[in-house]
């Protein structure tokens, strides 16, 4: 009796295996056709065509189905036609549907050596989070000045298109930002330490407002103020108040330069008034 038993557990194991085996063969073909199904273009193709109607187009390049259930791209270009600004190179681009904010889209993509993540839901609701990026020399198109830095962090949490009523949020930090180009405005120092820069930005529609700006530099930063934003940048308005306080880190020639935009204050500080349009600022 005692090697009846014991020859029927092996048995009893090998079906145990077996059972297994089938599950996981049947799971993986389910999965797998699943894939093959995946409607990876007219996803894509809806998705690009509702972007472009919020002023966004995205141009991907070798386009491809990825694992699992996601829209893949070595590059794409994305710009931005009522900014008329320079468009954006990102790599690595995939698409696929978001676990966060079902129905929805989950994108990453590498943009400025940093990782851009965002997902949105069908009715537009937007969280986009960029980490590590440098930032972009061509973000400052005045000559002879360049603009160095990092994007430590930039946040952005809120519903698309910025108008009507939708709200938005936005923070950024800047690391180790700085100015170039000084000499040859007359500076005894071609560079401008900015240091650490922090913003947030709290808007309803296309009004943006500017609640906390701050630089801890050699020259410190403050200030606040509202955007409206326009189509084009020469119909986005500004008020800003900014405030710009020397300290004993900064270059002389600088120092003096800074005279030529009002009266300083007892500590130093000069107080600044921004209006006009993006395209034209006019300080007051």
Excluded: C, H
């Amino acid at each position: 009796m005692y090697a009846a038993e014991t020859s029927r557990r092996p048995s009893a194991r090998l079906r145990l295996r077996a059972l297994a085996l089938f599950t996981a063969v049947a799971l993986a073909g389910i999965l797998l056709g699943v894939w093959l199904a995946f409607p990876a273009a007219p996803l894509t193709r809806n998705l690009l065509a509702g972007l472009a109607r919020q002023g966004i187009l995205i141009e991907p390049v070798g386009l491809r189905r990825g694992w699992p259930l996601a829209v893949e791209a070595a590059s794409a270009r994305v710009s931005f036609p009522a900014l008329r600004g320079r468009p954006l190179e990102i790599d690595n681009l995939r698409i696929s549907p978001s676990v966060s904010s079902f129905p929805g889209l989950t994108l990453t993509a590498k943009l400025w050596g940093g990782r851009v993540e965002a997902d949105a839901d069908d009715s537009l609701n937007t969280r986009v989070r960029l980490t590590g990026a440098r930032l972009p020399a061509e973000l400052l198109d005045i000559a002879p000045l360049q603009l160095a830095g990092r994007i430590a962090q930039l946040n952005f949490n809120g519903r698309l298109p910025l108008s009507g009523a939708n709200q938005s949020r936005l923070e950024l930090v800047l690391e180790n930002l700085s100015l170039g180009g000084l000499r040859a405005l007359g500076a005894g120092s071609d560079s401008l330490s900015l240091g650490t820069v922090r913003a947030r930005v709290e808007g309803t529609g296309n009004r943006l407002n500017l609640t906390q700006l701050s630089g801890d530099g050699a020259l410190r930063i403050a200030g606040s103020g509202t955007l409206w934003l326009g189509r084009t940048p020469a119909t986005s308005r500004i008020s800003l108040q900014l405030t710009l306080t020397p300290t004993p880190t900064l270059d002389a020639g600088i120092r003096d330069m800074l005279g030529l935009l009002g009266k300083a204050a007892a500590d130093g500080s000069i107080s600044l008034r921004l209006g006009g349009t993006l395209a034209a600022p006019k300080a007051g």
